[in-house]
């Protein structure tokens, strides 16, 4: 893959107008569009079919989690959208679940691990055991084991879950900051071409852009940044 096909863009936007215009901004730069809880409650999942008709890639972050009878069959109806990648929190059994639902779909599924907005305090609070280091590892380990497509981690984690999943589970990593921008309520983040020479293989991007100056010319700032890597 080009650096073109591992730039997720996230639509962290209010309203599918806003978002159909940030499109229209970004053209043929972008071709992957991230769709979270913000503008999927605003009309964003038919939006979502949308672009998938229009050719862009779609990765829906719903970070499922249910009994396993409600999680088969929200599975079900994504893998009829047509988009891309699917998150869901990496529990073993809600992964099991979700990987059985979409067997002989074209559907990336991706466990969620420890979210890139919470730090060791946090998960104290949350009421776990272990160190967010710790937890990205295990997790990594059970979403490997009940066969998911990938995982979502931080770029600080993403070369230590490389050497757990291989070379063929996708490592996505959200928290992507170009040097020098703010980091917003991120507290787990790393630049573009580090996260890549880290093991990443899909970069989440949605702030540095969508609320650039320019997002079309900080896209095309991040995409050559990645592929001085690549």
Do not use: W
Not at 49 to 58: C, H, N, P
Not at 83 to 106: E, I, Q
Not at 123 to 140: F, I, K, N
Request: with cysteine.
């Amino acid at each position: 893959m080009n650096a073109r096909d591992r730039l997720i863009v996230g639509l962290d936007i209010p309203t599918t107008a806003e978002a159909e215009k940030m499109v229209a901004t970004l053209g043929d730069t972008v071709s992957f569009y991230k769709i979270g809880y913000q503008l999927a409650f605003a009309g964003g999942l038919e939006f979502a079919r949308d672009l998938v008709k229009d050719g862009k890639q779609v990765f829906l972050d719903m970070k499922l989690l249910d009994i396993d009878n409600t999680v088969a069959k929200g599975v079900e109806n994504i893998v009829k959208m047509g988009v891309t990648m699917l998150t869901l929190h990496a529990y073993p059994k809600a992964m099991r679940a979700a990987v059985a639902a979409a067997k002989g779909s074209d559907l990336c599924l991706l466990a969620v691990t420890v979210l890139t907005s919470m730090d060791e305090a946090d998960l104290t609070d949350a009421g776990y055991e272990y160190d967010p280091h710790t937890l990205v590892l295990r997790r990594a380990e059970q979403a490997l084991a009940a066969g998911m497509g990938g995982i979502v981690c931080s770029a600080e984690e993403a070369s230590a879950v490389r050497k757990i999943v291989g070379t063929t589970m996708a490592v996505v990593t959200p928290g992507i900051r170009p040097a020098g921008s703010d980091v917003g309520d991120q507290k787990r983040v790393m630049t573009p071409a580090d996260a890549l020479r880290a093991g990443s293989s899909h970069l989440v991007v949605a702030r540095p852009i969508v609320k650039a100056p320019d997002p079309k010319a900080a896209a095309e700032a991040i995409l050559a940044e990645m592929q001085s890597v690549l």
